[in-house]
C-alpha cells in the first residue's frame, strides 16, 4: 500500500465515513489518533511516524494535528455535519473555481452548490483552480466576483491550507473563463 493510498483512506474516514473503521469525529472534526491508527491498521500497514509524514508532506494540507498530536481532523472537504472553526473572512476582488466539462451544464444552470460537500472550495489563482479542474478531466475555469458575493452578504471562510469556502455562488456571481 502506497503513502498516497493511506493518505486517501485518511481522507475517507476524517471526510466522509469514519464508520468505515469504528470511529466517530468530534463536533469540530477532530479524530482520536491513537483510535485512527489502530482502525487503519486493520486494512493496512501504518505507524505514528508514517501519519505524521503524510500529515506534514501532504501537497493539499488536507489534514491538521492539535498542538499535542492526541487528535487529527480534515481541514476541509467534509460531506458529514462537522464544525471545522472556520473564521469568517473578507475575500480578495475575485476568486477561482476549476472544475470538470462534464459539470458545465449543470453549474451554467445552478451555479457552484456544494453538492455532497459543506461548502464550495475556490481557489485564489487561476492555476490552482486549473489544477483542481484536471481531477474532474478536462478543466473548465470559473472567475466568482467573491468581493462582490461578500458586500451583498455572502459569507466566505479561509481554510487553514489556502481554500476559500462559502455555501454556495449563484450564477450572477460567476464568468466562465475559456
Not at 79 to 89: F, G, T
Not at 153 to 171: D, H, I, M, Q, R
Amino acid at each position: 500500500m502506497s503513502t498516497n493510498e493511506v493518505s486517501k483512506f485518511i481522507s475517507l474516514i476524517l471526510r466522509h465515513k469514519p464508520e468505515t473503521i469504528g470511529i466517530s469525529l468530534d463536533e469540530h472534526g477532530w479524530a482520536n489518533v491513537d483510535e485512527l491508527l489502530a482502525g487503519i491498521q486493520k486494512s493496512f500497514d501504518i505507524t505514528p511516524e508514517m501519519l505524521d509524514d503524510i500529515v506534514r508532506t501532504d501537497s493539499k494540507q488536507r489534514y491538521a494535528f492539535n498542538e499535542d498530536k492526541s487528535l487529527i481532523r480534515a481541514n476541509q472537504g467534509h460531506s458529514i455535519p462537522v464544525d471545522v472553526e472556520l473564521e469568517e473572512k473578507e475575500p480578495p476582488e475575485f476568486l477561482w473555481h476549476g472544475t470538470g466539462k462534464k459539470y458545465v451544464d449543470s453549474i451554467d444552470k445552478q451555479g457552484l452548490i456544494p453538492k455532497s460537500r459543506l461548502y464550495v472550495h475556490l481557489s485564489v489563482d487561476d492555476e490552482t483552480a486549473k489544477k483542481v479542474g484536471k481531477r474532474h478531466g478536462e478543466p473548465i475555469l470559473y472567475h466568482v466576483k467573491a468581493k462582490q458575493m461578500y458586500n451583498d452578504g455572502y459569507k466566505f471562510y479561509l481554510s487553514v491550507n489556502g481554500v476559500w469556502l462559502t455555501a454556495e455562488v449563484p450564477l450572477k456571481y460567476l464568468e466562465k473563463k475559456v
